[in-house]
C-alpha cells in the first residue's frame, strides 16, 4: 500500500493597487486560518500579513498593476507560509534601527522580522516576494 502524500493546504489571491486592499487580503488570510483550524498564532501572521500587504502597494506596485498573496500550511511540517508577490522594483531590507517616535514609516519589516520565525525575499520576474514563516507545532 502506497502512503499517502500530504499536500501543504494553500490559498491564494491578486489585489489591486488600492489601499482598501488591505483590510481585504487580512479577511481572506484569516478565513485560511480559520478554515484550517489554524488559529495557533493568527495575530501573529495576520499582523505580518498587513504590513507585507502595506509595503507592497506602497512601495513595490506599480500603477496599473497589483500584489498577490499565497498563504500555505503545511501540516506535517507545522508551518504557516506567507508569500507576497509584487511586480516592483528595489530592494527590501529591515530598517538599521528603529524609527523616531514621530516617523510616519519603517516598521513593518522590523514588525515582521520580530514576530515571525524567519523572513526573507527572493527574486521574480518581474518584481520579487516577501516572505515569512511561522511555527505552529
Known sequence: MNEATQLPYFRAAFYCRDRRSIPVVRRFARKALVDWECEQRADDVLLCVTELATNALRH??????????????????????????????????????????????????????????????VDRDPGKVVWCEFSVV
Not at 513595490?60 to 500555505?72: A, C, Q, S
Not at 506535517?76 to 507576497?84: H, N
Not at 516592483?88 to 514621530?102: F, Q, T, Y
Open 60 to 121: 513595490g506596485v506599480p500603477p496599473g498593476r497589483g500584489f498577490k498573496l499565497h498563504i500555505y500550511l503545511e501540516r506535517v511540517e507545522g508551518i504557516i507560509r506567507v508569500e507576497m508577490h509584487d511586480s516592483g522594483g528595489g530592494v527590501v531590507r529591515a530598517a538599521d534601527g528603529p524609527p523616531e517616535a514621530d516617523d510616519e514609516g519603517g516598521r513593518g519589516l522590523l514588525l515582521v522580522a520580530a514576530m515571525a520565525d524567519k523572513w526573507g525575499v
